[in-house]
C-alpha cells in the first residue's frame, strides 16, 4: 500500500480511503457482520483512512467504524462529518436547512464521538458546505476552536459535485485551519484536477477525492434497464443524466487491458493517478472488493500518454457534468 502525505498535518495516509456509506444501508442492505468483516480486511491490507458521516445510516455506519477499529484506534485515521439535522428530521433531513456551527456542532461531535467508541476525530468535515460557510473567517476559527479542545485534529469541508465544487474547494483552501477538501473526481468529472487540486496541495490542504466509480456508473454494473431499490440514493438521479453519462462511461473501454481487468479498475487507477490527490475515497462492501481496489492501487499510475488520451476524450464531450437532484442543491 502507498501512503502520501495528507496536506500540513503531517499524516501519512493510504492512497486508499475507506468509505462507509454502504454500511449505513444507504446503498441497499448490508449486513452488520459482512460491514465489520469489510473493515478488517481494509485495516488488514494497510488502509489506515476511514471515512464516515452521522448522517449514514442515521449514526449506523460510525457505528460499525467504531466496533471495526475497537482496540486498533491508533493505527487508523478516523474522518466524519456533520451538519446535517437528521436527528430531529430524519429521512427528510437532506431537504431542510442544514446547520455548520453553535451548539448543534458541539452536540453532532459529541454523538459521532459516542457511536466511533473514541474520545477524538482526526478529521471533522462540515458536509456538503455552502458558499457562505466557506468563506467565513468566523466559521473556521469557530471549528479550530474544536481542535484546540482536543476533539478534532483537524478541520475539513466537502463539496459539491464536479465543477459545482471546484470554486468552493479553492474557498475553503485559503483559510490557514483548513485542514483537508473532499470533492468528487472521476472519469465522467476531471475539471476539479486541473485547477482546484493542485490549488489546494499548493496550500497545504490534503484532497480526498470521492467518487471514483461516479457510484457504479463507471463499473458497467448498470445498463439502460437498472431499477434502484427504494433506499438507495441513486433512485433519485436525472433520468436523462443517467443514460447519457451511461454512455460517456463505455467510451472508456478502451482502458481495459493488460492487468487491468474491468472497467471500475480503470476508473480507480485514474484516480489513483493524480498526485494532488492524497487519498481517493472508495466504498467497498465485501473482502474480496477490498483485495481488488488494493491491487489496483499497487499497479501505480497510467503512463502519460494514456492520460492524455483520456483528457481528450473528456475535452471532446459537450456536456460534462449532471444534474444536482433536489436533495443536495445548495
Known amino acids: 500500500m502507498e501512503y502520501r502525505e495528507f496536506g500540513r498535518t503531517g499524516w501519512k495516509v493510504s492512497t486508499l480511503m475507506m468509505g462507509t456509506m454502504q454500511f449505513g444501508g444507504d446503498w441497499g442492505d448490508q449486513e452488520d457482520a459482512d460491514s465489520v468483516a469489510t473493515l478488517h480486511a481494509a485495516l488488514d491490507a494497510g488502509i489506515n483512512f476511514f471515512d464516515t458521516a452521522d448522517l449514514y445510516g442515521f449514526g449506523h455506519?460510525?457505528?460499525?467504524?467504531?466496533?471495526?477499529?475497537?482496540?486498533r484506534r491508533?493505527?487508523?485515521?478516523?474522518?466524519?462529518?456533520?451538519?446535517?439535522?437528521?436527528?430531529?428530521?430524519?429521512?427528510?433531513?437532506g431537504a431542510q436547512p442544514r446547520i455548520y456551527s453553535g451548539q448543534h456542532v458541539r452536540d453532532a461531535l459529541e454523538g459521532s464521538l459516542r457511536r466511533l467508541g473514541t474520545d477524538y476525530v482526526d478529521l471533522y468535515q462540515a458536509h456538503n458546505?455552502?458558499?457562505?460557510?466557506?468563506?467565513?473567517?468566523?466559521?473556521?476559527?469557530?471549528?479550530?476552536?474544536?481542535?484546540?479542545?482536543?476533539?478534532?485534529?483537524?478541520?475539513?469541508?466537502?463539496?459539491?459535485?464536479?465543477?459545482?465544487?471546484?470554486?468552493?474547494?479553492?474557498?475553503?483552501?485559503?483559510?490557514?485551519?483548513?485542514?483537508?477538501?473532499?470533492?468528487?473526481?472521476?472519469?465522467?468529472?476531471?475539471?476539479?484536477?486541473?485547477?482546484?487540486?493542485?490549488?489546494?496541495?499548493r496550500q497545504g490542504v490534503g484532497v480526498i477525492a470521492r467518487g471514483p466509480l461516479a457510484m457504479g456508473l463507471l463499473t458497467g454494473a448498470y445498463d439502460e434497464n437498472t431499477v434502484f431499490a427504494e433506499n438507495d440514493t441513486r433512485r433519485w438521479w436525472d433520468r436523462d443524466d443517467y443514460l447519457r453519462r451511461l454512455d460517456q462511461a463505455r467510451q472508456f473501454e478502451f482502458l481495459v487491458d493488460g492487468g487491468v481487468r474491468t472497467r471500475a479498475e480503470a476508473a480507480l487507477r485514474f484516480a489513483l493517478s493524480n498526485e494532488d490527490i492524497s487519498t481517493v475515497l472508495v466504498g467497498m462492501q465485501t473482502p474480496e472488493q477490498v483485495a481488488e481496489n488494493v491491487r489496483v492501487a499497487d499497479m501505480?499510475?497510467?503512463?502519460?500518454?494514456?492520460?492524455?488520451?483520456?483528457?481528450?476524450?473528456?475535452?471532446?464531450?459537450?456536456?460534462?457534468e449532471s444534474k444536482l437532484p433536489t436533495q443536495i442543491k445548495k
Open 129 to 201: 458546505c455552502p458558499p457562505e460557510v466557506l468563506s467565513s473567517a468566523e466559521w473556521w476559527e469557530e471549528m479550530d476552536t474544536l481542535v484546540q479542545e482536543g476533539k478534532v485534529r483537524a478541520v475539513g469541508v466537502t463539496v459539491g459535485p464536479g465543477d459545482f465544487g471546484t470554486p468552493d474547494a479553492i474557498a475553503a483552501a485559503k483559510h490557514p485551519q483548513a485542514g483537508a477538501v473532499m470533492a468528487a473526481y472521476h472519469l465522467l468529472s476531471q475539471n476539479p484536477a486541473r485547477v482546484a487540486f493542485p490549488y489546494c496541495r
Open 61 to 71: 455506519a460510525e457505528e460499525m467504524v467504531g466496533k471495526a477499529v475497537a482496540g
Open 74 to 93: 491508533d493505527e487508523v485515521y478516523i474522518a466524519t462529518k456533520f451538519g446535517y439535522q437528521w436527528e430531529k428530521y430524519g429521512e427528510a433531513a
Open 300 to 320: 501505480g499510475a497510467y503512463d502519460v500518454d494514456t492520460l492524455q488520451d483520456i483528457a481528450e476524450l473528456y475535452d471532446s464531450w459537450d456536456e460534462h
